[in-house]
């Protein structure tokens, strides 16, 4: 069943609007079970995940930028946990980094469900009036989350479908369900396509291939290479790396544990998919 991930500044109302995205769907879903001709008939759990229900405390996990990365992780993992063709999943957490969003993303289409973003567009002033009279992050903390925000882009796919709502407005209620319950979800892509694989050297390989593309990004630092673009053994698809800075061999192994770790039940068979899987998670985490 679907993932609906929530984004938004801090203190902009999105846990309201979780809250009100799961008294639908249970109310829907109960409307359905009634009806004896609904094809749709199967009781689905609903779960909202959040810094509460992690017991995180928004005053701590966002100090610090280890911090907030385990507190990310959390996220990820309960996510990860809960998702499955019987559970909704209703992520109400900032998700204001768009390669996180893309990570979860990648979740959803690794077991075919469908997702789909709901931005809680708020003015600045008004979370920021909002946060003082909840006390929910301290100020320091929350001028800096609003300076970060990467704000939802639909002609992204991980941002698609997108629904945009101001604190004046009904939720959609009926635009998400149709676009995350009653659409098919859209076929697996490189990075995440589940496939069975008999030969007992896909590891080896897989581990050879995401370790030539790490050795091409550090030879191509080392030529100097000004366009910054290199094509990865055995991948078609470009591999953009950020302008300004140099990639550390730290960051390379980081991601690829986690391009590891998305795909680790996954077999990909063709070694040339698992390198432009690997390539399309760099461009989209180095770049973010």
Not at 182 to 211: G, I, R
Request: net charge neutral.
């Amino acid at each position: 069943m679907p993932l609906v991930i929530l984004s938004g500044l801090p203190s902009s109302g999105k846990t309201r609007r979780a809250q009100e995205l799961k008294t639908f769907f249970e109310a829907r879903l109960a409307s359905q079970s009634q009806d004896e001709s609904s094809s749709r008939s199967k009781d689905y759990r609903i779960h909202i995940v959040n810094d509460e229900s992690l017991g995180l405390d928004k005053q701590q996990c966002y100090n610090t930028a280890p911090n907030e990365k385990k507190a990310r992780g959390a996220l990820m993992s309960a996510v990860e946990r809960l998702l499955s063709k019987d559970d909704i999943v209703i992520v109400d957490s900032l998700n204001y980094i768009k390669g996180f969003r893309y990570q979860l993303y990648c979740l959803a289409r690794a077991i075919s469900t469908p997702h789909c973003v709901v931005f809680c567009a708020c003015n600045p002033d008004v979370a920021r009036e909002w946060n003082k009279e909840s006390n929910a992050y301290p100020e320091k903390i929350f001028e800096e989350l609003i300076v970060r925000f990467e704000e939802p882009d639909s002609r992204t796919k991980w941002d698609s479908p997108l629904f945009v709502i101001v604190p004046e407005d009904k939720l959609p209620e009926d635009e998400i369900w149709d676009a995350v319950v009653l659409k098919k979800a859209p076929p697996p892509n490189l990075s995440t396509v589940v496939k069975v694989v008999k030969e007992t050297n896909y590891l080896y390989e897989f581990d050879q291939t995401t370790q030539n593309v790490i050795q091409a990004i550090l030879d191509a630092q080392k030529s100097g290479d000004p366009t910054k673009q290199i094509m990865a053994p055995l991948s078609s698809i470009p591999l953009q790396l950020p302008p300004t800075r140099e990639v550390t061999l730290s960051e390379l192994r980081r991601l690829r544990r986690q391009f590891t770790s998305i795909n680790k039940m996954h077999t990909l068979l063709d070694m040339t998919r698992v390198a432009e899987g690997f390539v399309e998670y760099l461009n989209q985490n180095l770049n973010s």
